[in-house]
């Protein structure tokens, strides 16, 4: 789970553009083995613990925003370290109290395999808890996003939705995405890679700030 520096264990932490590191878990759905998702995304995120208040609402909001998930071809998943029976009991209460089904499953990882597998647990934070780490896997299995949260505040889902739009608009499109992009925004043109590119550039219809920075809507 961790690596020496300095004579300090750090987390192992997993590599963007790198095959999202496999496993098999025990979930309240059952089974899950990371690679069967293949051929949609994947959207893993981690809970510091069960029965805990930021983490009950995170869970709502996780809630909220899961039918729009599954309409862009999207699989959450949930990941605690906690059994499975505190989990089952967790989503039962939060139906029965907040009126909220949790439909995705949730990882019992008890022995913090996939937690060391995916750097999830920072011992600034805590030793026996996870951070609230989200890991964004295209269909390819490739790990494509990272975004880590302490254990006091909570995350925003309709960045966690952003992200994953621009993430496939990107690969829809062959683009990349300006800072604060929301979609229907316009997108960015490749930089050129050569200077017969860039001497075209300026002459191909975009709405060109500079050569190097060019948009279009899609």
């Known amino acids: 789970m961790y690596e020496e520096a300095d004579n300090e264990k750090i987390p192992r932490m997993p590599v963007l553009g790198e095959k999202a590191p496999d496993f098999q878990a025990v979930t309240t759905h059952g089974p899950l083995n990371l690679s069967d998702l293949e051929g949609s995304w994947v959207i893993l995120f981690s809970h510091p613990a069960d029965f805990t208040p930021v983490c009950t609402t995170e869970f709502i909001a996780f809630s909220e925003i899961y039918d ?70 295209d269909p390819l299995g490739i790990l494509r996003g990272m975004l880590y949260y302490p254990l006091s505040n909570g995350r925003n889902m309709q960045e966690i939705l952003r992200l994953l739009k621009a993430f496939q608009t990107s690969d829809e499109h062959h683009v990349a995405t300006p800072a604060n992009w929301q979609p229907g925004d316009k997108v960015i043109i490749p930089a050129p890679s050569n200077q017969e590119e860039m001497e075209k550039r300026l002459s191909e219809g975009y709405d060109c700030k500079e050569f190097y920075l060019c948009f279009k809507d899609i």
């Open 68 to 137: 729009d998930l599954r309409a862009l071809n999207t699989n959450l998943i949930g990941l605690s370290i906690d059994s499975v029976h505190s989990h089952l009991a967790w989503v039962r209460n939060v139906r029965e109290k907040m009126g909220v089904e949790i439909k995705f499953p949730i990882i019992a990882d008890l022995d913090m395999k996939v937690a060391g597998l995916y750097g999830m647990v920072h011992p600034g934070q805590s030793t026996t808890a996870a951070v609230r780490a989200v890991f964004f896997i």
